[in-house]
């Protein structure tokens, strides 16, 4: 077997013990946390207040953002083209497995709210729990996908990997570009 499938494999043996009804509603209220329409219905709302608030440039970047990692995600699903699991599976799925959407989506996206977080708030406390709470959201994302049995444990670790190293690069050069940047 390789290392790949010994992650996997080790993973799943943690979590299956853990399947039962009240957990299994649990997972699918972090998984939907991480569906598209969950996240785009967070992006539009967030937006719209910031739009109120007269902030115009960080609207444009989450939604950039979010174009950008879905799009590369996309592309690399239909480049790699993994089967999804042959375990229990807990919840329909369709589509490839690697990347899990869920765990690179969540990271780009609510990642991207930690870094603006982090940046714009002064409240210390307000950005350490805000910081905390959304870091718990992107980690139960990826477990609920291994638990649902729609994903390996390496499509979550592969998913978020390749999710932060967007993240970085969308920061250093689109959302940090001089050109984006008007006087703070």
Known sequence: MSIIGTIDDKVYNLISPHIN???????????????????????????????????????????????????????????????????LRLIPETGYSFPSAHAMVSIGFYGFFIYLICKKVKNKAIKYIASVL????????????????????TDIIGGWVIGAICLIIFIKYIYNNKKWRRKE
């Open 21 to 87: 009804p009240a957990n299994t509603s649990i997972m699918i209220f972090f998984s939907n946390l991480g569906e598209a329409v969950s996240i785009i219905a967070i992006a539009i709302a967030v937006m719209l207040i910031l739009f109120i608030i007269k902030n115009k440039r960080e609207p444009i970047c989450i939604a950039v953002n979010l174009a950008l990692i879905a799009g590369i995600n996309y592309i690399l699903k239909e480049i790699i083209r993994r089967p999804r699991p042959d375990i």
């Open 134 to 153: 959304l870091s718990l959201l992107i980690l139960f994302i990826g477990i609920s996908r291994i638990y649902l049995g729609v994903h390996y444990a």
